[in-house]
């Protein structure tokens, strides 16, 4: 069994613009949108918990290197401001956020790479679309671990 998941948009008030820093996507934007089986199993040391805290840290990697790619000096578009007497300011043109699902197809690709058990083919991404299939399946409720 495996389980698909769809970018939140701003539609679904899932965004997740105040968590993303600028890249307009974050994992934990899912987290409501998991199916009841998963949200039981939304503990540390369970397979979903830890594939959120992968998906989390690639988001992060993505958005760092992308800042990163846009960032300031000279040679990425800083012009001088104020009089020809050496006294100016410089003022440093920043490139904008990458759109989300750009940042969404980025961090599935990183998973992908990173040996993560998804499914990040390009038809899927371009959809905002993940296909998480862990080793075993994914977790089903027993009376043991519901809430």
């Known amino acids: 069994m495996s389980t698909t998941a769809a ?5 679904d008030g899932g965004d997740g613009a105040a ?3 600028g890249g307009g996507f974050h994992p934990r934007a899912f987290r409501p949108f998991l199916p009841r089986d998963l949200k039981w199993h939304f503990v540390g040391g369970e397979p979903v918990f830890e594939f959120f ?14 800042a990163a790619e846009g960032g300031g000096g000279a040679a990425a578009g800083a012009t001088p401001t ?3 007497g050496g006294g100016g300011s410089v003022a440093v043109k920043r490139a904008a956020p ?4 750009e940042v969404f197809a980025r961090t599935a690709r ?3 790479a990173s040996g993560e058990p998804v499914d990040a083919d390009e038809a899927l991404l371009e959809r905002g679309l993940l296909l998480w299939a862990p080793p075993g399946g994914v977790p089903r409720a027993t009376r043991r671990n519901r809430r």
């Open 82 to 84: 104020g009089g020809g």
């Open 53 to 66: 805290s992968h998906w989390e840290a690639a988001r992060d990697a993505v958005v760092a290197a992308a």
């Open 110 to 112: 990183r998973l992908r």
């Open 19 to 21: 968590a993303a820093g």
């Open 98 to 101: 990458l759109p989300p699902l």
């Open 7 to 11: 970018a939140p948009t701003a539609r």
